[in-house]
């Protein structure tokens, strides 16, 4: 490897009260990179995700950003940083229109008028839906807003959620263009998805997690080699 990695969790244990559902998880990505986090439902692909984020404390190993170790650092702090997380379900306001929630982009010091800039440069159908409430839009137009505000942020590093819930194969396709789009002007990604198809299309690399562990990791191809007939299906 060429580049170190600018994300890293490194023998990462997690779970919820005396539970643990993630065992000694170890993973990296690049700058510029798209990693597939797959693995059926339950598998701890959330939690991974959300360690991943700052969200979710260990109980033990470490978050690297950039070589940092930032394990326990204030999820605000780590979000001014650069690590924005997409969760599953989009995390959109559904009442406010497009427009109210790109202006509650703010927290990176970007001006309102550069958010919707970005916006809506990345996403053009969003702009003719401005003055549209968001929940009323289809979902595959939500997971643009969702986003486009992700973007509009700056991000160094985006994680995204099954970003695939729900919507038809065409959108998933459409939606991971973009992802593709966005990791090649620098940003890190990390995509976590019950159905491999679309993702590994984007993806530099890829892990299988089943029950807390890492199971398979390669490079796209091996791992839809390996998948084969398992769960490649869905969208
Ligand atoms: P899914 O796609 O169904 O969300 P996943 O691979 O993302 O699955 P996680 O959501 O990380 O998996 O869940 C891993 C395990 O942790 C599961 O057994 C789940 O029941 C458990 N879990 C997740 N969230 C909580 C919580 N808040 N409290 C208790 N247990 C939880």
Same mark, same amino acid.
């Given at each position: 490897r060429t580049q170190p990695p600018l994300l890293a969790l490194r023998g990462v244990e997690a779970g919820y009260g005396a539970i643990t559902v993630l065992h000694s998880i170890d993973l990296e990505v690049a700058a510029g990179e798209v990693l597939a986090v797959l693995g059926p439902n339950g +598998? $701890?692909? /959330?939690?991974?995700? @959300?360690? &991943? +984020? $700052?969200?979710? @404390?260990? /109980? &033990? $190993?470490?978050?690297l950003l950039d070589g940092r170790p930032v394990t326990g650092a204030d999820p605000v702090a780590l979000a001014r940083s650069g690590l924005c997380l997409i969760p599953e379900g989009r995390g959109i306001f559904p009442t406010l229109t497009v427009g109210e929630n790109l202006r509650m982009v703010t927290y990176r010091g970007v001006s309102r008028a550069e958010v919707e800039h970005r916006a809506f440069t990345a996403f053009p159908r969003l702009a003719q839906r401005r003055r549209q409430r968001a929940g009323t839009m289809s979902g595959g137009e939500q997971q643009m807003l969702a986003m486009a505000r992700a973007i509009a942020g700056d991000p160094a590093v985006l994680l995204l959620d099954e970003l695939s819930m729900g919507l038809a194969p065409r959108i998933v396709g459409e939606l991971y263009d973009k992802v593709h789009e966005i990791a090649a002007t620098g940003v890190t990604i990390v995509a976590v998805e019950q159905f491999a198809a679309a993702v590994l299309g984007v993806a530099t690399t890829a892990v299988v997690m089943a029950d807390g562990r890492i199971v398979l990791a390669g490079a796209p191809d091996d791992i839809r080699g390996e998948l084969q007939g398992v769960y490649l299906g869905g969208p």
């Open positions: +598998a $701890g692909k /959330s939690t991974t995700l @959300r360690v &991943a +984020a $700052g969200l979710h @404390r260990p /109980s &033990a $190993g470490d978050l």
